[in-house]
């Protein structure tokens, strides 16, 4: 089991950056592939980044492809979001998620632990 709670995000202009932590708990961190998912109001919840284990392979959403940098600190049981040149279409409620089986990178239902999520609202 691992449980995780965001931080980091907040009201920002368009242009501005942020980044974003979810603290996880356990021992067996690095087993785990982690994903930052948002949800905008009215919208399904959306895939944006996603880490391996050993933070090696690294994969991301179109939409944030070129702007956003997911890493992973396994000494620190850490996942964080690096967001630039943020736009208001990136408001959201940002997630914090993992699992430790197989399944499609973008496929939310593979997932079995959340956090409680993050807003993040960037002002245009």
């Known amino acids: 089991q691992v449980q995780l709670v965001e931080s980091g995000g907040g009201l920002v202009q368009a242009g501005d950056s942020l980044r974003l932590a979810c603290a996880a708990s356990?021992?067996?961190?690095?087993?785990?592939?982690m994903c930052w998912f948002r949800q905008a109001p009215g919208k399904e919840r959306e895939f944006v980044a996603y880490?391996?284990?050993?933070?090696?392979?690294?994969t991301y959403a179109d939409s944030v492809q070129g702007r956003f940098t997911i890493s992973r600190d396994n000494v620190k049981n850490a996942v964080y979001l690096q967001m630039n040149k943020l736009k208001p279409e990136d408001t959201a409620v940002y997630y914090c998620?993992?699992?430790?089986?197989?399944?499609?990178?973008?496929?939310?239902?593979?997932?079995?632990?959340w956090g409680q999520g993050t807003q993040v609202t960037v002002s245009s």
């Open positions: 998620t993992a699992r430790n089986r197989g399944g499609s990178i973008g496929d939310i239902t593979t997932y079995d632990y």
């Open positions: 356990g021992r067996t961190f690095s087993s785990y592939t």
């Open positions: 880490v391996s284990g050993s933070g090696v392979v690294r």
